[in-house]
């Protein structure tokens, strides 16, 4: 997979990140800072670690946050 296609994987997953349950929500995250990860991108995935202990927590604000901060990033490193 392109980095480019990865990277529109990873907006698509971050943006569907939104609905369901916790337990969903926490999973596609935790999908986005494995692929981050693999991208080499470790301060990425270190801020999508912590949108996911933000919304294990419930901290729905820091979450919201942490996400939008990586759909920021992300975003650019088209």
């Known amino acids: 997979m ?38 080499g991108k470790a301060e990425l995935a270190g801020a999508a670690s912590s949108a996911i202990a933000a919304l294990r927590r419930g901290d729905v604000t820091e979450f919201k946050r942490g996400r939008a901060f990586l759909q920021s990033k992300i975003g650019h490193l088209r």
């Open 2 to 39: 392109s980095d480019s296609s990865s990277i529109d994987v990873l907006l698509a997953t971050l943006n569907a990140a939104e609905l369901g349950s916790l337990e969903a929500i926490a999973e596609k995250m935790q999908q986005v800072e494995t692929q981050l990860q693999a991208l």
